[in-house]
């Protein structure tokens, strides 16, 4: 589903935001300093679009949609930030009014959504339970024709009405849940890896069925996930996250045609075609300690481009250089004009070369490499992981 | 195998932020079939093994200005202090407090032999019935420096039992253990490892003995042997505990043995003996530590019940035994507490002491008890 | 060294009873040259046989049908210490990054264990010299890595200390299964690379045991792909899937998602319920009930693998049987009636 992107600012009237979140801090204490998991995310999501929240693991992003439910325990906390959801300061509601609007505003399709499943209730009782805690009891003609009707909804035959968890195939139990998560024709739902453990051909019924199920009912939609390709296929707009924040928003082509954001670059150049054989990226760089994030840049470590003032410097938020599409990089700066224009294109920007990549071969050609060797017999700088002494150092309570 | 599980911690981060962050996907913190998360002894992650280094970052602490007064400093300092003994889930309080209570018991044993006079733990060697310090018996007679805690009714002194009673119950309660321990730990890894017709006889054999009621069988025994010596009544008892031991090293062994460790560990080509030995048993000890100390317990309770029972050894003084005296001579009507009292509370003190054990070491095991 | 390698001679695994029993692989024949080194794709979805096919090949498993031979020996016939030996020559890789090592120990407790089993040197400095060695070929250091504890260390250096595990032993064949799948994206490549390399090199040839066809296109030299236990489609990686033949392979690589927002997936693709419900073909060929262009003679016999091209690619399938029988459209093949899987081109 197209949204006008618009000329100009996002504030077009093209759109209505149904969510705002904004600087969402979630941090997790330990005995050595707050482990900040989620360190000043901010996004909307407008009316009846899929936004897809992309990031490896340590990313945050999980952190963030649990966040954003509220659904943090200790010893994790909220520790900033704002959630306003069609007006309402979601961070303000109290215990018993957060509890009413779960599910029938916002709700949730976790992940590994196919084991939260009671094994001991049938699939109906549980879609019945989750509708009648909201919406009271019902009668029981009543109730069969709505399950039945969310089960036409995903897909699923009516005959498994009063089937056990056990007995149905892992696309199954997810569409499922599917149907849980839209049984209270919710403004918002937040699927998380809702498609990861699944076959290939099956997870291409549940994500039609997603994309169905938006189209009918309208919702608006979070979609996290690892999988570049799957996002590729199922969203509006990507957001791309990297140790706790966000390093870039924009409509998928755009992202997927020219990303502005070295990391975003990287994901997209990491995928492995099915097409043609061409180098495979590797992320090199160290990783720093979550509980010190360094000052500056939070990408600095690993990025190939770092320059001074990425170390010094965080990156002036969000630089907004093509309608809707925003990064925060010191590698975007405003021209004469007050065109943004990238250093990497004016030749301004360094190459720190901590990145390489790996190309397809037949045996027997001679090795192929491109930007340096990344298996080569010397130890020191091969490793594009970087081992290095920072990056465990970093565990052990040190920061760089 | 398994279809592809994602969002595991990366690229260095440390056991603690592992168990800090939702791993969503990832297998909980505390103990899996992999063994991971597993704090054996040696194997540390910040939880058990770190060194805090330098300024300690408590959320909130510090004035606003960023300039830490003195009193935020001080906080900051005790905060991390504590922080530090939560760190080490071994010198959890409750731990440290159970195993101090046991070695004091212990110590009052060796040390009270040659402080005290224990020859005074025979009968006719000190007046009769009186009363610990401070107190006074029926006929008014005061309690005297000689006997602090009073003497008993066969004219014995209480102090001298204590001394020598309480450290030979501890003694039946770890002879039978150990020996527990020892066949549960070889039983428990034949069935887990080599499964199969050995793995059935062993279970129904534990299962079925599980369901005997100990005492029974040891009231019968025992009468039938008339006196038996310590030793012989620990041996008695460990045919009874060494069942749960057996059970649980089983289970553990047979979820281990699928983990990848242990694949790796065949295609490494490691014997059996080493796969058990080498691979299993260091991350078992955790759990090892534990059924030990539920099986102390149990042994002493045994122990104890036969002792107050009149059974158990005649002529060797124990904390039950001495309850059973105390009974027996009519010390109920006489109010003569301290002879049936001072034992009970010494056996009360002990089990706290087990409990505390046994609390402490399920923290170490399992890292999502212990406190936030 | 003209001769084979790996052959695996017409392998079955039933587990349970042999006439009524889990097929998990059926009637399977595979051909590995010792020379030169190359990197076989086995390729297929959740319940298709390729991890049985990893633990038959590994000796964890013996064949029910059939025999596996590695350089003439019998596999399956091996006792104990003959397994250990084979271990010289046929390693694994497994897909855990985290489960493969004991918690309990430090990260270099991995090679020490190969060492002193192997008796690969006398001395401490000999043995630390060999494991350099393995390090360096994958790209990591010693000194780096050797003292830390597992979960000190990211998935992908892991999976990498692994594969230094299984070279130091001079393989001749890895079997490497799923060694990416639960490795962040942007750190693979470096593990695939690493698999070029020591095939290249080393002369090491690898069992790419996967789900993921990308990663199997990028360095695969040959494909197989299983379905439900059965042989579907072989050949050469770049070919199969560049231009599948079987409809199953079809419609899998159709349904690889993308990285390309212009290509979005077309039509819809059901799954009929009986399928769903794990109530499958248990004779023919395992994907007529999904498949679009089956024929009654589908239904009953399992297809023998027919040339469909290029050399070497053979697809498991009566459409190309250029010899007879019944061509598709004979009998409804649409399906279109009965609800059944339909796949709009």
Redesign the interface.
């Known amino acids: 589903m197209e949204k006008p992107t618009g000329e100009g600012s996002a504030a077009s009237g093209t759109r209505r935001s149904v969510l705002e979140v904004s600087d969402l801090k979630v ?9 900040r ?1 989620c360190d000043g995310v901010t996004f909307t999501l407008y009316e009846g679009e899929t936004l897809g929240l992309v990031g ?3 990313s945050g992003k ?2 963030a949609t ?1 966040g954003v439910l509220q659904l943090v325990s ?4 909220i ?1 900033g930030g704002s959630v306003v959801m069609d007006g309402q300061d979601m961070l303000a509601l109290d215990e018993e009014a957060l509890r009413r609007s779960r599910w029938r505003t916002l709700s949730l399709i976790p ?2 959504a196919m084991n939260s499943l009671n094994p001991t209730m049938t699939i109906s009782a549980q879609i019945r339970d989750v509708i009648e805690t909201h919406e009271g009891r019902a009668s029981k003609g009543e109730m069969r024709t709505r399950v039945l009707e969310l089960f036409r909804r995903v897909g699923l035959p009516g005959r498994i009405h009063d089937m056990y968890p056990h007995e149905l195939s ?1 696309g199954m139990k997810q569409r499922v849940c599917i149907a849980m998560a839209i049984a209270l024709d919710p403004t918002v739902i937040v699927a ?2 809702a498609t ?4 290939v051909v099956v997870q291409r019924v549940v994500a039609q069925t997603l994309a169905k199920v938006r189209e009918e009912l309208g919702v608006s939609m979070i979609m996290i996930g ?1 999988d570049m390709g799957l996002m590729a296929q199922m969203v509006d707009r990507i957001a791309v996250m990297y140790a706790g924040r966000i390093v870039e928003i924009a409509p998928v082509r755009r992202m997927f045609e020219r990303p502005a954001h070295p990391y975003s670059r990287i994901l997209i150049e990491s995928i492995p075609s099915l097409t043609e054989r061409r180098p495979m990226r590797v992320l090199g760089g160290i ?1 720093h300690d ?2 010190h994030p360094p000052p500056g840049c939070i990408f600095q470590m690993r990025c190939e481009h770092a320059m001074d003032v990425c170390r010094s410097d965080p990156p002036p938020r969000p630089q907004e250089i093509a309608p809707d599409h925003e990064v925060h990089c010191h590698l975007w700066r405003r021209d004469a004009n007050g065109e943004f224009v990238d250093m990497r294109d004016t030749g301004e920007a360094p190459r720190t070369g901590a990145v390489t990549a790996v190309v397809a071969r037949d045996p027997g050609d001679s090795l192929a490499r491109a930007d340096g060797d990344l298996v080569g017999g010397g130890s020191a700088g091969a490793d594009p ?1 970087g081992v290095g002494d920072s ?2 150092e ?5 920061s760089r | ?18 168990d ?3 791993t ?2 990832a297998p909980a913190p505390g103990r899996t079939a ?5 704090p ?1 002894a ?6 058990s093994g ?5 300024a ?2 408590p ?1 909130g602490a510090g004035a606003g200005d960023g300039v830490p007064s003195r009193a935020d400093a001080r906080a900051a300092r005790r905060h991390a202090r504590r ?2 003994r ?2 080490n889930p071994w010198l959890d309080p409750k731990l440290l407090w159970g195993v101090g209570i046991l070695l004091a018991i212990i110590a009052v044993g060796l040390v009270g032999r040659y402080a005290w006079d224990t020859e005074m733990v025979y009968t006719g060697s000190a007046p009769l019935k009186l009363p610990p310090v401070g107190f006074e018996n029926l006929r008014k007679q005061p309690g005297v420096g000689e006997h602090p805690l009073g003497t008993d009714g066969a004219v014995r002194d209480m102090l001298s039992l204590i001394i020598v009673g309480a450290p030979n119950t501890l003694f039946v309660g770890l002879v039978a253990s150990t020996i527990g321990m020892t066949v549960g730990i070889l039983l428990g890894f034949s069935a887990g490892f080599i499964g199969g017709r050995v793995d059935d006889v062993i279970r129904v054999f534990s299962d079925v003995m599980i369901t005997i009621p100990p005492l029974l069988i040891l009231v019968v025994v025992q009468a039938s042997f008339g006196d038996v010596s310590l030793t012989l009544m620990a041996l008695l008892i460990a045919g009874f505990v060494w069942q749960s031991p057996t059970r649980l090293i089983r289970a553990q062994v047979l979820s281990m043995r699928e ?3 242990v ?8 014997s059996t003996f ?1 796969i058990m030995f080498r ?1 299993m048993m ?2 078992l000890v955790p759990y090892l530590f534990g059924s030990f100390i539920a099986s102390v317990t149990t042994s002493i309770v045994t122990a104890v019940g036969l002792e107050v029972l009149g059974l158990g050894p005649q002529r060797i003084p124990t904390l039950g035994r001495t309850i059973y005296e105390a009974i027996n001579s009519g010390a109920l009507i006489q109010n003569l507490w301290w002879w049936w009292g001072i034992p009970t509370l010494l056996l009360g003190i002990m089990f706290i002491a087990l409990l505390l054990i046994n609390l402490g070491l399920d923290e170490v095991s399992n890292p999502r008890l212990r406190k ?1 | 060294m003209s001769g084979n390698l790996l052959e695996i001679d017409h392998v079955s695994k039933i587990y349970g009873p042999v006439d009524s029993g889990l097929v998990a692989l059926h009637d399977f024949s595979l051909t590995l040259p010792t020379s030169p080194a190359s990197i076989v794709t086995i390729a297929g979805e ?1 319940g298709s046989g390729k ?1 049985t096919l ?1 633990n038959l090949v ?1 000796g ?1 498993t013996k064949p029910t049908h059939g025999t596996i031979r590695f350089e003439g020996r019998d596999v399956g016939a091996m006792g104990k210490r003959d397994m ?1 030996d084979y ?1 010289r020559d046929v ?2 890789v ?12 430090r990260v270099g407790h ?1 090679f020490d ?2 060492i002193r ?2 008796k690969l040197a006398k001395r401490p400095a000999d043995a630390r010299e060999r494991v350099e060695e393995g390090l360096n070929a994958v790209g990591l250091s010693g000194d780096d890595v050797l003292r830390k ?1 597992p ?6 250096q892991r999976q990498r200390i692994m594969m230094a ?1 299984a070279y130091l032993l001079k393989p001749k064949l890895v079997v490497a ?2 060694p990416v ?2 490795v ?1 994206a942007s ?1 693979r490549a470096s593990i695939l690379d690493v698999m070029m390399k020591l095939r290249d090199e080393d002369g090491i040839s690898f069992l790419y045991v996967t ?1 993921d066809l990308s990663t199997a296109y990028q360095i695969g030299d040959r494909i197989v792909l299983f379905y439900q236990g059965t042989l579907a489609e072989s050949g050469a990686a770049t070919e199969v899937i560049s231009s599948p033949k079987h409809p199953y392979v079809q419609l899998l690589v159709d349904s690889v998602p993308k990285a390309d927002p212009g290509r979005r997936w077309q039509g819809e693709v059901e799954l009929p319920v009986e399928e769903e419900l794990r109530t499958a073909a248990a004779s023919g060929c395992r994907f007529h009930p999904r498949c679009p262009e089956r024929m009654p003679r589908c239904r009953e016999t399992l297809p023998p693998l027919y040339p469909v091209g290029a050399p070497g690619h053979e697809a498991s399938c009566f459409l190309y049987d250029e010899k007879g029988g019944e061509t598709r459209g004979d009998d409804g093949g649409a399906g279109a009636d009965e609800g059944e899987a339909l796949r709009e081109a």
């Open positions: 941090y997790y204490a330990t005995p050595t300093g707050d482990v998991a490896e693991s340590g999980s952190t649990s200790p010893p994790g906390r520790a992940q590994g892992g998380d890896e990861s453990a699944l076959d690892h990783t979550p509980r992981e990056g465990i970093a565990t052990e309570g040190a | 195998m398994n279809e592809p599980i994602i969002s595991r911690p990366e690229s260095g981060t440390d056991e603690a932020v592992r800090a962050l939702p969503t996907g992999s063994g991971e998360s597993t054996g040696g194997a540390p992650g910040t939880l770190t060194v805090a280094v330098g300690v970052h959320a922080m530090r939560f760190d983990s990848g460790y694949q790796m560990a065949r295609l490494s080509g490691a080493d691979e260091p991350n936030a | 959740s991890s990893a590994l964890f250990k271990h390693q694994a497994f897909q855990d990054p985290f489960g493969s090592y004991n918690p309990f120990y991995v264990m190969v089993n192997y504890y979960h000190q260390l990211s998935g992908g595990r299964d799923e799948s639960m962040d750190l789900h």
